[in-house]
Structure formats: structure tokens, C-alpha cells
């Protein structure tokens, strides 16, 4: 199994909803990455976990809350967020943070109206 | 610090012309480079990695410290070819540098 899977693939919330973005993988990897991807744009890493403590947090609002409850988990807490802030959010996991090339899960598009 | 530089944001081109997707980075010590590809509503994925040295659908890229550039290259573009390409760094950080992405198109 060489997949990472993002839940939900789409959703909508209101400025003042607290939703949450699900990534999960099953490849023993230990590093863990979330991004935020605007259309035509490159991804701009946003969070890196490594074995499941959080080692980089790119000056990213406090609106935007990680979590990694254990090794192949790592949610996103999403609260009183933008309409700026609609985008394709990535997860992407890595054997660990040093070495192993970056696998994507296919995102959740969200929309913040 | 550490820089990746795609100079075009679009390149269009006619099935079975060369392609040529250029990269051009910034790193004092020795880089580990990769292109991903990030074809319609798919995810982002691994194309190529400089260190592999392999040719993935038909794309190649050769690293050049010299000019410190890793460009793609295919000698026949296909028009499953379109898609986004992105190129990529991983230096001292470990944490990859991506390029803006430069949109391929093959016409038929």
C-alpha cells in the first residue's frame, strides 16, 4: 500500500464552523507533512510532524490547529477560518524526515464561505 | 538558502515535438532534485529523481552542477503528457523546495 488518503475529498464551512482534514497512510512512515495549494500554485508546506512530534510550523495562523494522534495519522483542526483560506489542502508522508521521496494523498478541496 | 527557478510558467507545444521543461536552482552544498507531476484532478506525484537516473514515460533529466540546472526533457511529447510539472529540492533542511510549476500542454 503505497497510498495516502485524505478525508473528505471536498467541504464547505462557514467562517465560524470548526471542521477537521483526515490523513492517513500505511507505510511506516515517519514523517508527515500538510500543505496548502492555490490553483496554478506550488504547494506551500505549511506543518512537517516527524515521528509524530511536530518539528516545523511554517508561521502558519493559529486558525489552522495539527494534530498526529499516532504514526499514521495526522488530522487538521480548522477553526473561524478565511474565505482567503479556501484551497487544495495536501498531506504528503515521507519514510522519515531526512531521507525517502514525499507521497501525496489527492487532497481536500476546501471552500470557506 | 535555497532556490528553484522553473522560467516558464506555460509551455505548449504539438504531439510528437521535443519537450523541454527547464529547472534552474540555488544551494551551496549538494541538492537532491526531483520533478513531480500533477496531471488533472490526480495527485501530486514523483516523476523523477536526479538520483535514480532513470527514464519515467519516456522523461529524462540530467543534473548539471555546472549550470546548476536539472531540466526535463522527452523527445516526443503525447498529449497524456499535459499536465503540471513541478520541480523540486531537498537540501540541508530536508524539506523539499518546490519551483512555481510550469504548465504543459500537448496539442494534438
Known amino acids: 500500500d503505497t497510498e495516502v488518503t485524505q478525508t473528505p475529498k471536498h467541504l464547505v464551512m462557514g467562517m465560524t464552523n470548526k471542521k477537521s482534514l483526515k490523513c492517513e497512510q500505511h507505510m511506516g512512515h515517519r514523517a508527515m507533512y500538510w500543505y496548502k495549494q492555490k490553483a496554478k500554485k506550488p504547494p506551500e508546506l505549511m506543518f512537517v510532524?516527524?515521528?509524530?512530534?511536530?518539528?516545523i510550523n511554517e508561521s502558519v495562523p493559529s486558525r489552522f490547529s495539527p494534530e498526529c494522534p499516532n504514526s499514521s495519522l495526522l488530522n487538521l483542526h480548522l477553526h473561524a477560518l478565511q474565505p482567503e483560506d479556501s484551497a487544495l489542502y495536501l498531506c504528503a508522508s515521507s519514510q522519515d524526515g531526512t531521507i525517502g521521496i514525499q507521497y501525496f494523498g489527492a487532497g481536500t478541496r476546501l471552500s470557506v464561505l | 538558502a535555497q532556490r528553484v527557478t522553473q522560467p516558464e510558467k506555460l509551455l505548449s507545444v504539438f504531439k510528437g515535438a521535443p519537450v523541454e521543461l527547464k529547472c534552474n536552482y540555488s544551494y551551496s552544498g549538494s541538492p537532491e532534485l526531483f520533478w513531480y507531476v500533477q496531471y488533472s484532478r490526480q495527485r501530486l506525484q514523483l516523476l523523477l529523481r536526479?538520483?535514480s537516473r532513470e527514464s519515467i514515460k519516456g522523461f529524462t533529466a540530467d543534473l548539471n552542477k555546472g549550470e546548476t540546472s536539472f531540466h526535463l526533457k522527452k523527445p516526443f511529447a503525447q498529449e497524456e503528457d499535459s499536465a503540471m510539472y513541478y520541480c523540486a529540492l531537498r537540501g540541508g533542511s530536508y524539506i523539499p523546495t518546490f519551483g512555481r510549476g510550469t504548465s504543459l500542454i500537448v496539442h494534438p
Open positions: 510532524y516527524s515521528y509524530e512530534k511536530l518539528s
Open positions: 536526479h538520483i
